[in-house]
């Protein structure tokens, strides 16, 4: 049985999804592992962004308790 054959959303090649590839099923491996490659461990902007927000509303919780 011949893999499916998918477009990768980032280059537009033609790549055969196969099972257990790693990354994205829309991504050929080339751009996968291209994405992995970037900076591991680094938190996304918006991730930061929501851990702040997050704390904020915490610390907001906490002043109204103690009033
Ligand atoms: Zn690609």
Same mark, same amino acid.
């Given at each position: 049985? +011949?893999?499916? @054959?998918?477009?990768?959303? @980032?280059?537009?090649?033609?790549?055969?999804?196969? +099972?257990?590839?790693?990354?994205?099923?829309?991504?050929?491996?080339?751009?996968?592992?291209?994405?992995?490659?970037?900076?591991?461990?680094?938190?996304?902007?918006?991730?930061?962004?929501?851990?702040?927000?997050?704390?904020?509303?915490?610390?907001?919780?906490?002043?109204?308790?103690?009033?």
């Amino acid at each position: 049985m +011949p893999f499916p @054959i998918k477009v990768c959303v @980032i280059c537009k090649e033609e790549f055969e999804l196969k +099972p257990g590839k790693p990354g994205f099923a829309n991504r050929c491996p080339d751009c996968s592992e291209s994405d992995e490659a970037v900076k591991p461990g680094e938190q996304p902007k918006v991730d930061r962004e929501a851990n702040a927000a997050r704390r904020e509303a915490m610390k907001n919780l906490l002043y109204r308790k103690d009033s």
